[in-house]
């Protein structure tokens, strides 16, 4: 069972309002990462972090933003949340320097936005 | 373009019968190749993880194969379980960057009856 924490599992939010992921790992890894998955479709890269104060934007375009303040929290905020935000999002995390390294998931976060 | 394309897109089998799933990739330069579990709702657990010099590779009634020559991977799994129900992912991971950007099938939803 891998050490890596969402909360919270499921959120149903109205437009508008300020929302923030959380995502917490004890495995002491660098690298963490944000993908949002739709029904059906692959994940898709929307942030990630090699360490603390380092973010980078993924490959897919997110209005949402990230912070790595400490090693084991890389929270995902949506200042404004709409509609179309809604989809499940994935933390994961991966040792740096193991390009071949297993990424570890959490269980996601399930976001509908009404 | 790095691309990896899953077949088939969903199947469904009983229980106790074999069944092999297909991932064809165009990652370059190419890394390693992971097979992920997602139970639906939940975050994906890796299965296997093959480099480049791995022809194959089991884990249990899992048993993954590769043809870096082809790009080609194939998941076997062998008497099924209704526990095996759920989406499995291909990952393939390249070598061009320090990330180790991993690119996503779309997975095969996978169903075993009783």
Partial sequence: EADIYQTPRYLVIGTGKKITLECSQTMGHDKMYWYQQDPGMELHLIHYSYGVNSTEKGDLSSESTVSRIRTEHFPLTLESARPSHTSQYLCASSAIGSVDGEAFFGQGTRLTVV | ?114
Wanted: aromatic share 8%; proline share 4%.
């Fill in chain 2, 1 to 114: 373009k790095n691309q990896v394309e899953q077949s088939p897109q969903s199947l469904i089998i009983l229980e106790g019968k074999n069944c092999t799933l297909q991932c064809n990739y165009t990652v370059s330069p190419f890394s390693n190749l992971r097979w992920y579990k997602q139970d639906t709702g939940r975050g994906p657990v890796s299965l296997t993880i093959m480099t480049f010099s791995e022809n194959t590779k089991s884990n249990g009634r899992y048993t993954a194969t590769l043809d870096a020559d082809t790009k080609q991977s194939s998941l076997h799994i062998t008497a099924s379980q209704l526990s095996d129900s759920a989406s499995y992912i291909c990952v393939v991971s390249d070598r061009g960057s320090t990330l180790g950007r991993l690119y996503f099938g779309r997975g095969t939803q996978l169903t075993v009856w009783p």
